[in-house]
């Protein structure tokens, strides 16, 4: 009983803030409480169950060792990538079951930074019958923060969705010299 005579004796505002603190409480508890089931269920972080299920085989390049075992017809190949006027303009092939391409231009190596430069909404354009795909990298319509560096090497990197969760990627440096701004 003290607890309620204590909270009738409260002013209006310090009711709201002590329902809404009330509020926060509960919910933390009840995520943490979740988190612990979960925990006890096998499901965790890593993604492993208790029912065994198996990871999806990633690959960082088509030469993986790891996925070239289990998935041997499944690359994605960029074959070339270079300045053509303002446009950087890059060119792959692939084997598999491809689902989707979708490339990257990054600033000063492949692990480099991106850049605001490219107009994103511009995608990869695909050949289903000819294996090929080619991205071309435009400057956008809006604010560019970091133009373009004629000194500095872009890089492309690209990655392909396959049919059955593999996942691949390839870079390539982009050859010749970007425009100004």
């Given at each position: 009983m003290r607890l309620v005579d204590w909270y009738l004796g409260l002013a209006p505002g310090?009711?709201?803030?002590?329902?809404?603190a009330a509020f926060v409480l509960v919910l933390a508890l009840t995520y943490l409480a979740s988190i612990v089931i979960l925990l006890a269920a096998g499901v965790g972080p890593e993604g492993s169950s208790s029912q065994g299920d198996e990871p999806?085989?990633?690959?960082?390049?088509?030469?993986?060792?790891?996925?070239?075992?289990?998935?041997?017809?499944?690359?994605?190949?960029?074959e070339r990538?270079?300045?053509?006027?303002?446009?950087?303009?890059?060119?792959?092939?692939?084997?598999?079951?491809?689902?989707?391409?979708?490339?990257?231009?990054?600033?000063?190596?492949?692990?480099?930074?991106?850049?605001?430069?490219w107009d994103r909404s511009v995608a990869a354009r695909i050949s289903l019958s000819d294996r090929t795909f080619?991205?071309?990298?435009?400057?956008?319509g809006g604010d560019v923060k970091q133009p373009l560096d004629p000194?500095?090497?872009?890089?492309?990197?690209?990655?392909?969705?396959?049919?059955?969760?593999?996942?691949?990627?390839?870079?390539?440096q982009i050859k010749g010299t970007p425009p100004a701004g």
């Open positions: 310090q009711k709201v803030v002590v329902g809404v999806i085989p990633v690959s960082t390049t088509p030469s993986s060792s790891a996925s070239a075992s289990a998935f041997a017809d499944t690359t994605l190949e960029v990538a270079r300045w053509r006027g303002n446009v950087a303009v890059v060119e792959g092939t692939w084997r598999g079951d491809l689902s989707s391409v979708h490339c990257d231009l990054l600033e000063g190596s492949s692990a480099g930074q991106v850049t605001d430069w080619s991205q071309e990298f435009v400057r956008t000194k500095r090497e872009y890089w492309a990197t690209c990655w392909a969705q396959f049919a059955g969760g593999l996942a691949t990627g390839d870079e390539i």
